[in-house]
């Protein structure tokens, strides 16, 4: 009873903040990269979309629910960890000379780093036939990704994907600035990884360091494909474990030399 009636306290005195920031990132990074690459530049852009435009109305609706009960589940996550902070069950810090500003940049890296290996993982159990069900089918409803997708989830797989911060907030002390700005990072990254649109250079995937971080259509084969390509940012962890698809680069290279090719085609016949 006392932790019922801690927990009501804590939403009512927390919850507010919690639900604000997490509707704002939201609303920023995936209506803002609708806006942007959907809306702003789908005239540019169109030579570079990655599988045939589908009828997504309903499709943008469903997602935009789940949307709605993944903020609510972040919120209310978000709501521990906050007490948890004040609990100090966490290594938050808030005064940069602690650590140093070098350090506050290190510490953002490390998290990229432990995310992509967090991601990786968790992805893949959850692709596991007796946890797809209950944890990332409603995600892969969206088989056709939009920007609206980077939040489509079911409530268990949010509650995993939310897990990333504390976990690693527990082992590494971690600025608030450096938090912030890395779940910032983390949903424009997401909602752009979903954007339907190829947004990566042409030859990415021919440079030798370019060549480590996903692309856009990396991701989009995953949907496609119901399986496969389960990393976030690196590819080094399908390429150990054997599970991106062969023709990865290939369909990125395919995608993005015509798209350049019918662009410079139009922007001849404008001169």
Known sequence: MDLIIWFFEAVARRAPTSIQVESTRYLVGAVG???????????????????????????????????????????VMGVFVYEGAAQGWFRFYSDVSDYGWAYLILSIAGLV??????????????HHPKLFRAFHRVHHLSKNPTPFTAYSFDAAEAAVNFMVIPLYCMIVPTHDIATMIYMWMMIVRNAAGHCGYE???????????????????????????????????????DRWMGTEHADTNAR??????????TIRVADGQRA
């Open 199 to 237: 947004l990566m250079p042409r030859g990415w995937t021919k440079n030798p360091i370019l060549d480590r971080f996903t692309t856009i259509t990396h991701h989009d084969m995953h949907h496609e494909k119901m399986t496969g390509n389960y990393a976030l940012y690196f590819t080094w962890w």
């Open 252 to 261: 990125f290279e395919a995608i993005t030399e015509q798209g350049d090719r």
């Open 113 to 126: 780093v432990f995310h992509d290996a967090y991601f990786y993982w968790t992805h893949r159990v959850m």
């Open 33 to 75: 990269t609708w806006l942007v690459v959907w809306v702003l530049l789908s005239g540019v852009l169109a030579p570079r979309k990655i599988r045939k435009p589908t009828r997504r109305a309903a499709q943008i609706r469903r997602e935009l629910l789940y949307s709605g009960s993944t903020v609510i589940v972040f919120m």
